[in-house]
């Protein structure tokens, strides 16, 4: 036990963290629109004036847990048009592929109570190419590559800063904030740096859950230079600055002259800050009071010099008196922090990693502690307004999220990218949780169990998608996320210590969201499920959430293998809830129904009218079936098909010996319903160790799937599986629909589809979750078959390999996406030279996928939420 790891069983540890986001403007949250065009409502240029309802944004952003007060940087170079307070990106409409953040910043390290934060921005000392980068990436089409930051060329010269950004806790409330910046180029530069405090605005609004009605907490400067933090309900602080910085002070409040042509806001508003640094403008309160301050400082940085600022906000209690010598030990506790930070991670790491290996996992799960954001959502308020507000027009009534009244989400929730994915999505948040579990299980338990709790959960046992449409679906990945938690938690504990409060808490609220999808989702009763979008984007030949004439629907493969998947997980959760409470055995054997009936279902190939498995082809396949009972299946080789192999689970004869009840439940259905025995793996055939398999997938059909999964010229590409085979990239498949061909061709990284905006492409690309899942799925086919199953590895080369070596050949092919290659390249870089100067090829971004081709990253930068889950497949590769 570290000191570390002795923190986190100190709640109050964790109320100050990382929790400001990276973009509030362009959410739906913030959209107040009657048409819900969320990305124009708030913008970039008026995220500066306009005051937020639900969160706050920032560079470096940290908060307290209910975000009452924020604290983060702004910068300015002299040359900018704006004060560089939040990320530049486009919207979904200004860039060729969709939204894209165009700007350089990494997560570099966090402990989990974020007793030690470090991260560094890259900041041009020219002027931010703000309009070159909107008006070439208007210019380009979608089979124009994006233009990014570093094509402006304004690194080039290297006339830029390194910003690193550190956080170090003395105590819970006590926060050292240190900001070094780095001149890179061969000229002395200037830079203002602007740390920023200030308080979210919950005094405009009226009646404000978090806060007592219209209090308005304040920021005073002291005789002694310090400014004296006042606030009802997160009480008093004070923020030293080290040196003698300019304060400069105004209101958290919407400048309504600049964006209303108003004169009754604030003559101090929340962009007064910004007009007195570039202009000049009297728009900061002489009074040195308000509710927002910053402390300007202005430096000259020499060629490849260095200068740094260092302050210090600390709670004082009821007396309101702060340190006398602020900085005496500033320095010793940065540098202890540091330390345990190390400390913790030499525990939690594989020692047999490479340094390459510990360095990318340790980047990783910073970026998952980094991309914690306090998220608040209430949606009868937002659709019925605020009292002292305009009422939203009255479209909103019937728009977006109005059957979600019962939602009220206001907490730290670990979030996808808190630029790209400000919300939440609920199978990213899945994923995001078993990774977090291996470094924080105790809070990968809490986020998964608040997403099923009655604030987000819908009455109905609806788990919400995202915040752009609660009502879509997502795949059910929970039950498996809260096993595989329960598992590695398991392994790093002592035996008797398995924590079943959580496993059976979990499994109670999950049966409700079961029961909705076999209500909700099986349209014609015949346990195929359709789902719709099922996070899948675009890789459907046509968008999957297409309502059609009539009694006509989309059934899926993946959507029928991801409740095959849900059933099994549930039901091997009871088993093992059953060890303690007899009366999960009848859940068990519940799950184990659903699953068989699921299982013929997919598999029936003596009815091809019905079941997705397609003999001919040997694969799995969606189906339209049409409201005459007539199906058009779509053979299009996609990870739709591949999907299946994901639901299975395998016992052994301890387990089932415990659950004589359960067992004989299995030699039930063996000889009465044979028809679905037959379908499915043969579970009282033992396998090694007396282990018993259930899987959609027998031995050949698993090796058919298999012969094209391993396949280069299909999905097998250097770093992963595929979303799609390769062969449509000179093939193109076509689909032909009421006299419309659809058309699905292979594209590695970028889209050429305005489906979905463009921005989430499956088309080809290789997708983190379902490859990690994937080697999970072959792990636990080899526990089964052993040694005498094996494979062509890769198809072509005459090598029989077992599927274990598979799965680990797999992982090492993802894992590889981000360490050093033989040149010393990172193929998640690409092939910019920039990547390969020092002072960059060892700053990891995590992206949301990789090109199918060359694992060049693609999409959102910052998506650590499950392609962190390479931190999970690092410490499995070394796990014995």
């Given at each position: 036990m570290t000191t570390e790891h002795h923190r986190l069983e100190d709640p109050a540890w964790r109320q100050w963290g990382p929790y400001v986001s990276d973009r509030q403007w362009g959410t739906v949250r913030e959209d107040y629109s009657a048409n819900g065009d969320a990305w124009n409502y708030t913008t970039h240029d008026t995220a500066r004036s306009y005051t937020f309802r639900w969160g706050e944004e920032g560079i470096a952003g940290i908060s307290d847990d209910m975000q009452q007060l924020c604290l983060a940087l702004a910068l300015w170079n002299g040359k900018d048009p704006i004060l560089k307070e939040r990320y530049f990106g486009l919207t979904n409409a200004e860039g060729n592929h969709g939204e894209d953040v165009k700007e350089l910043y990494y997560y570099l390290d966090n402990t989990p109570s974020h007793s030690y934060q470090r991260m560094l921005y890259k900041y041009p000392q020219a002027a931010y190419p703000y309009e070159q980068l909107l008006n070439e990436n208007r210019r380009r089409g979608r089979l124009d590559p994006e233009f990014e930051l570093l094509d402006t060329g304004i690194f080039d010269a290297d006339r830029y800063f390194d910003v690193f950004v550190e956080y170090a806790k003395a105590g819970p409330q006590d926060i050292l904030m240190t900001v070094t910046v780095h001149n890179r180029g061969p000229e002395s530069a200037d830079l203002h740096l602007l740390p920023t405090l200030w308080f979210r605005n919950t005094w405009v609004f009226g009646d404000d859950s978090d806060g007592v009605p219209n209090y308005r907490p304040s920021l005073i400067l002291q005789p002694d230079k310090t400014v004296s933090v006042e606030d009802s309900a997160l009480g008093r602080y004070i923020l030293h600055a080290d040196g003698d910085p300019e304060w400069l002070f105004c209101e958290n409040e919407t400048n309504r002259a600049r964006l209303y042509n108003s004169h009754l806001g604030s003559r101090y508003p929340k962009d007064g800050i910004h007009d007195h640094v570039l202009y000049g403008a009297d728009t900061v309160n002489p009074a040195h009071t308000g509710t927002r301050a910053a402390a300007h400082h202005k430096l000259t940085v020499a060629p490849g010099g260095s200068a740094v600022i260092r302050l210090r906000l600390e709670a004082t209690g009821q007396l309101g008196t702060g340190l006398a010598q602020p900085f005496g030990d500033f320095d010793q506790v940065v540098a202890q922090r540091k330390q345990e930070a190390d400390e913790f991670y030499a525990e939690v790491q594989p020692n047999e990693a490479t340094l390459d290996e510990q360095l990318v996992q340790r980047q990783a799960f910073a970026g998952m502690l980094w991309s914690k954001q306090y998220y608040y959502y209430d949606v009868s308020r937002w659709l019925a307004g605020d009292e002292n507000s305009p009422p939203p027009p009255p479209e909103r009534l019937q728009g977006r999220n109005h059957t979600w009244l019962q939602l009220i989400n206001a907490g730290v929730i670990s979030m996808p990218d808190k630029w790209e994915y400000p919300w939440y999505a609920a199978w990213d948040w899945a994923f995001h949780c078993v990774t977090l579990s291996v470094i924080d299980p105790g809070f990968a338990k809490q986020q998964l169990m608040m997403l099923t709790n009655e604030w987000f959960m819908h009455p109905n046992g609806q788990l919400p998608a995202y915040e752009w449409n609660f009502s879509d679906v997502n795949p059910p990945v929970q039950a498996w996320a809260a096993w595989r938690i329960y598992h590695l938690e398991l392994e790093r504990k002592p035996p008797g210590e398995e924590d079943l409060t959580f496993l059976r808490g979990i499994f109670h609220k999950l049966m409700l969201n079961f029961t909705w999808w076999v209500n909700r989702k099986d349209e014609s009763g015949n346990?195929?499920?359709?789902?719709?979008?099922?996070?899948?984007?675009?890789?459907?030949?046509?968008?999957?959430?297409?309502?059609?004439?009539?009694?006509?629907?989309?059934?899926?493969?993946?959507?029928?293998?991801?409740?095959?998947?849900?059933?099994?997980?549930?039901?091997?959760?009871?088993?093992?809830?059953?060890?303690?409470?007899?009366?999960?055995?009848?859940?068990?054997?519940?799950?184990?129904?659903?699953?068989?009936?699921?299982?013929?279902?997919?598999?029936?190939?003596?009815?091809?009218?019905?079941?997705?498995?397609?003999?001919?082809?040997?694969?799995?396949?969606?189906?339209?079936?049409?409201?005459?009972?007539?199906?058009?299946?779509?053979?299009?080789?996609?990870?739709?098909?591949l999907i299946p192999m994901f639901a299975v689970e395998v016992l052994d004869d301890e387990l089932l010996q415990a659950n004589p009840a359960f067992a004989s439940r299995m030699v039930w259905f063996q000889g009465h319903r044979p028809d679905l025995y037959n379908q499915v793996s043969r579970y009282t055939e033992k396998g090694v160790d007396e282990k018993r398999l259930l899987s959609l997938l027998r031995g050949f059909r698993l090796k058919a799937l298999l012969s094209k999964v391993l396949d280069e010229q299909e999905f097998l590409s250097p770093h992963g599986i595929r979303a799609v085979s390769k062969v449509y990239k000179d093939h193109p498949y076509e689909f032909t629909l009421d006299n419309t061909t659809f058309r699905l061709t292979y594209t590695p990284a970028e889209s050429d589809s305005g489906m979905f905006g463009g921005n989430s492409n499956w088309r080809g690309p290789v997708w983190m979750p379902v490859n990690y899942l994937l080697v999970e799925s072959l792990d636990r086919f080899y526990h089964y078959f052993g040694d005498s199953f094996t494979v062509e590895y890769p198809v072509g080369s005459g090598q029989q390999i077992t599927l274990n070596t598979v799965a680990h050949e797999l992982s090492n092919r993802l894992i590889s996406l981000f360490t050093r290659d033989a040149e010393g390249n990172r193929p998640v870089f690409g092939q910019h030279p920039k990547y390969q100067d020092p002072n960059f090829r060892d700053y990891v971004l995590f992206y949301e996928y990789f090109d199918g081709d060359n694992g060049r990253g693609v999409g959102a930068s910052h998506q650590t939420g499950w392609t962190g889950l390479v931190a999970e497949l690092i410490d499995r590769k070394y796990r014995k």
């Open positions: 346990n195929i499920f359709e789902g719709g979008f099922l996070g899948l984007d675009n890789i459907g030949v046509f968008d999957r959430n297409t309502i059609f004439p009539g009694d006509s629907h989309l059934e899926q493969a993946d959507g029928t293998s991801w409740m095959a998947m849900y059933a099994l997980n549930m039901m091997r959760i009871a088993l093992e809830l059953a060890r303690h409470d007899s009366v999960y055995d009848e859940m068990a054997t519940k799950f184990f129904d659903h699953f068989l009936y699921i299982a013929g279902a997919i598999t029936n190939i003596g009815h091809s009218n019905i079941g997705l498995w397609d003999e001919e082809d040997a694969f799995f396949y969606d189906q339209l079936r049409m409201d005459d009972g007539t199906v058009q299946r779509m053979r299009v080789r996609t990870l739709v098909g």
